[in-house]
């Protein structure tokens, strides 16, 4: 292959992933955003998160259309080939924690009215903690092409998980003890729940970035306990 074709082909997949990582970058944003505006009832704030979503609904769009033409026109193959699919599929993991966090600020509007930050807002506000620096860490591990890092975000899955059942009995508790509860608890149980799926979301990259760098799937089941919810 004409070295000058081959030079161009890594230029267009190294600026895919630039726009993943710059797309990664945002979303990381609007999620510590999201958890700020909800400990500090900050509706202002959690007025901007929500606007600032389709910024990120443009991003993945444009990844998409990116990566699909140039599988179409340059047909990698292998390690190529990989690289623009992660891309993809990163990209759409990114769009929806993008989603969640705005999820989060709706409520957070909502309960501002009706509920002042108590000790559930403090747990919350910790699972929000844990949730912001798993998906910070993955996106790090993409960026640097790391796969242990990523590998390490994907073996800590139950801690989401664990602080998501920790927190909904705490609620149940409330909300059985106080009828006035159960409308805020609602809300409440709804923030953290979306918590809960962007920690999913940070392990699905974990997984992405994993096949990406090694062209093999984790084949452990992926750790999970079993919640109360589920």
């Known amino acids: 292959m004409n070295e000058h074709i081959v030079k161009s082909f890594e230029e267009e997949l190294n600026q895919l992933a630039a726009e993943v990582v710059r797309m990664g970058g945002l979303a990381e944003a609007q999620v510590q955003e999201a958890i700020g505006a909800f400990s500090r009832r900050d509706v202002p704030l959690a007025q901007a998160i929500v606007g600032r979503d389709e910024k990120l609904d443009a991003l993945e769009a444009d990844i998409e259309r990116s990566a699909i033409r140039l599988i179409a026109l340059r047909q990698p193959m292998a390690n190529d080939l990989r690289r623009a699919m992660a891309a993809m599929k990163i990209a759409m993991n990114l769009e929806r924690c993008g989603d969640l966090a705005k999820n989060i600020a709706k409520r957070t509007q909502i309960l501002a009215e009706s509920d002042p930050a108590g000790p559930v807002t403090r747990s919350i506000e910790r699972m929000g903690k844990l949730v912001a620096a798993r998906l910070k860490e993955v996106l790090d591990a993409y960026t640097a092409s790391e796969v242990d890092r990523a590998v390490a975000v994907w073996t800590r899955d139950t801690e989401v998980d664990e602080h ?5 009995r705490e609620l149940l508790t409330y909300m059985m003890g106080d009828p006035r509860m159960i409308t805020p608890g609602a809300h409440l ?3 953290a729940k979306n918590l809960e799926r962007i920690g999913d979301h940070a392990t ?4 992405i970035v994993h096949y990406e760098i090694t062209g093999r799937e984790i084949v452990s089941e992926r750790p999970k306990m079993d919640a109360l919810t589920q």
């Open 164 to 168: 998501y059942e920790s927190l909904f």
């Open 204 to 207: 699905n990259i974990a997984e």
């Open 189 to 191: 149980l709804f923030v």
